[in-house]
């Protein structure tokens, strides 16, 4: 017996004592090649059997032990600033009732010089008392929802909103030490508007869309005493354009008369007019706007504010949430106590960007 038919002999035992995995090749196993009494036949059967073996482990790495290719996931686009100010992406209520969110810029500016400062206004009842052109100019702006309209089975109030809205905008003689740096004027601006979300696209301006419209009531006064007491209300209505990293906010106003007794900052119109542009643009996280309003009259009494705030987050990731701040503005109604005096003013400071 040759050395073929020794291995063919032990390779039976080990297969009795020590079985093989069955492979899946019809009714066929090793054990059942082993007992097939013809060297020929038998060759075959453990050929047959290798060659499906190979097949069947390389469909198992193929099928099984390698993971399909997964899609990348999609990055969730990140909501505008729009979107995000007033909450116009459907959600009911993206924050709780009652909770601060930011309206209005709110920024420090330590460095405010004014040029032409407005020297008809004493800085309190003492006639000596005049404004320095260097002070310091702060706002603090927020805004809170008491109500979403999306209330279900209210189908005529779905995308309406309810908001209240306050601002505060502070001129302070910081460096007037001789005078006891006082504030030179204080603005106090409480709103309440109801904003609708339209997600209207413009015709004939690709992208463009408007993107909601809010009406409102206004009131605006430094809280001061005659002579220097400044005061109006007014209703107002706005409209935010929106179109990628650029947007339009168009802000139109009514003055609620007041009686000839009551009117302490008379044809404040003539110089405010009746409404402003603002222009914004976001670009590698900077902010570039630009404000414009005119009276619309013969007589031109108009503004501009110009914004540059640059995320001190592209130089320290830990300060993300302040920005360095310049602004220019130059024309009537900067504050009450100066809406018939032109100013023209450069700051520059610091801006607390959206803390949502």
């Known amino acids: 017996m040759n050395f073929r038919y020794h291995l063919f002999g032990l390779f039976f035992l080990v297969t009795i004592f020590c079985p093989l995995p069955t492979i899946a090749a019809g009714n066929n196993n090793f054990a059942d090649c082993a007992v097939i009494k013809d060297n020929v036949e038998r060759l075959k059967c453990y050929d047959n059997l290798a060659r499906q073996k190979?097949?069947?482990?390389?469909?198992?790495?193929?099928?099984?032990?390698?993971?399909?290719?997964?899609?990348?996931?999609?990055?969730?686009?990140?909501?505008?600033?729009?979107?995000?100010?007033?909450?116009?992406?459907?959600?009911?209520?993206?924050?709780a009732f009652f909770m601060l969110t930011p309206y209005r810029p709110n920024y420090f500016l330590p460095i405010a010089y004014n040029s032409t400062p407005n020297d008809n206004n004493a800085l309190d009842f003492d006639p000596d008392a005049k404004a320095q052109r260097s002070e310091a100019k702060f706002q603090l702006s927020f805004k809170v929802k008491p109500w979403c309209m999306d209330i279900d089975g209210w189908d005529f109030l779905k995308g309406v909103d309810l908001w209240i809205a306050y601002t505060q905008l502070s001129y302070w003689q910081l460096y007037n030490a001789t005078f006891s740096s006082p504030f030179r004027d204080t603005n106090y601006e409480p709103e309440a508007l109801v904003n609708f979300r339209t997600d209207v696209n413009i015709p004939g301006i690709d992208d463009l869309k408007l993107r909601f419209v809010t009406i409102g009531l206004n009131h605006q006064s430094n809280g001061r005493s005659s002579p220097l007491s400044r005061s109006w209300n007014r209703v107002v209505a706005n409209a935010g354009f929106e179109k990628?990293?650029?947007?339009?906010?168009?802000?139109?106003?009514?003055?609620?008369?007041?009686?000839?007794?009551?009117?302490?900052?008379p044809g404040i119109t003539k110089y405010m007019g009746y409404g402003e542009l603002w222009l914004t643009y976001y670009w590698k996280k900077n902010r570039i706007s630009a404000m414009l309003r005119n009276n619309l009259r013969s007589e031109n009494k108009g503004a501009v504010q110009l914004d540059w705030s640059i995320p001190l987050s592209l130089f320290w990731d830990k300060?993300?949430?302040?920005?360095?701040?310049?602004?220019?503005?130059?024309?009537?109604?900067?504050?009450?106590?100066?809406?018939?005096?032109?100013?023209?003013?450069?700051?520059?400071?610091?801006?607390?960007?959206d803390w949502e």
């Open 54 to 95: 190979t097949e069947t482990e390389k469909n198992v790495i193929t099928d099984s032990n390698v993971p399909a290719k997964e899609k990348p996931p999609q990055e969730k686009k990140e909501a505008s600033v729009f979107s995000r100010h007033w909450e116009l992406d459907g959600e009911k209520s993206k924050h």
């Open 244 to 265: 990628g990293n650029f947007n339009i906010f168009l802000k139109t106003w009514y003055r609620i008369p007041d009686g000839e007794s009551k009117n302490d900052n």
């Open 319 to 353: 300060l993300d949430i302040f920005s360095i701040y310049f602004q220019y503005f130059n024309g009537y109604g900067e504050s009450l106590i100066d809406y018939n005096a032109s100013v023209n003013r450069i700051s520059a400071g610091f801006m607390l960007v």
